[in-house]
């Protein structure tokens, strides 16, 4: 399961905090992504990157933020503004478009 | 956008049964469909793939069929296992202003009763 990693695997912040998940992958893939999985909702896109220092909005960006100096980390910042932050976090990667996406095992975070 | 429609949401089977889940999609440019599946607890694993120049693909006991006309896709697992249980997420290219990114459905819930 190595090639791109997430951390940590659960995270707890207090409301009002930002709080930044890590991803980085060392498969050499230009494109990376953020999605949040809520049960019953499958996989929803919060921002994707194709190449380093580009990136761009998903389908539920608000609240977010993200950042791509290097080729192989895209951390995810979730900000105080995310009304409903609790969720599973999933990061994945891919040799641009319409390619297989390899996934990182996730992070759960729960803001109490 | 594209829309990815996937059903049932949940597939009770006996070991052995074959298992369908269907997905339906909106965009008729798009072109690559996965399917992924998800065990209890860990990430989503592609099982396989089928792209808009073929209508069948077949890995062993798992088929993905693909009607372009009618815009759906169908995953076919045969002979069933216990460790066949899981969630399958069907996916398709977003061909928009996201060029290649991919849409899923919500998920089907298979569980193999031995």
Not at chain 2, 22 to 30: F, L, N
Not at chain 2, 75 to 94: G, K, M, N, R, W
């Amino acid at each position: 399961d190595g090639g791109i990693t997430q951390s940590p695997k659960y995270l707890f912040r207090k409301e009002g905090q930002n709080v930044t998940l890590s991803c980085e992958q060392n498969l050499n893939h230009d494109a990376m992504y953020w999605y949040r999985q809520d049960p019953g909702q499958g996989l929803r896109l919060i921002y994707y990157s194709q190449i380093v220092n580009d990136f761009q909005k998903g389908d539920i960006a608000e609240g977010y933020s993200v950042s791509r100096e290097k080729k192989e980390s895209f951390p995810l910042t979730v900000t105080s503004a995310q009304k409903n932050p609790t969720a599973f976090y999933l990061c994945a990667s891919s040799y641009g478009n319409y390619n297989e996406q390899f996934f990182g095992p996730g992070t759960r975070l729960t803001v109490l | 956008g594209e829309n990815v429609e996937q059903h049932p949401s949940t597939l009770s089977v006996q070991e052995g049964d074959s298992a369908v889940i269907k997905c339906t999609y909106s965009d008729s440019a798009s072109n690559y469909f996965p399917w992924y599946k998800q065990e209890l607890g860990k990430r989503p694993q592609l099982i396989i793939d089928i792209r808009s120049n073929v209508g069948e693909k077949k890995d062993q006991r798992i088929a993905v069929t693909l009607n372009k006309t009618a815009k759906h896709f169908s995953l076919h697992i045969t002979e069933t296992q216990p460790e066949d249980s899981a969630v399958y997420f069907c996916a398709a290219s977003s061909n928009g202003g996201s060029q290649g990114n991919l849409i899923f459905g919500k998920g089907t819930k298979l569980s193999v009763k031995p």
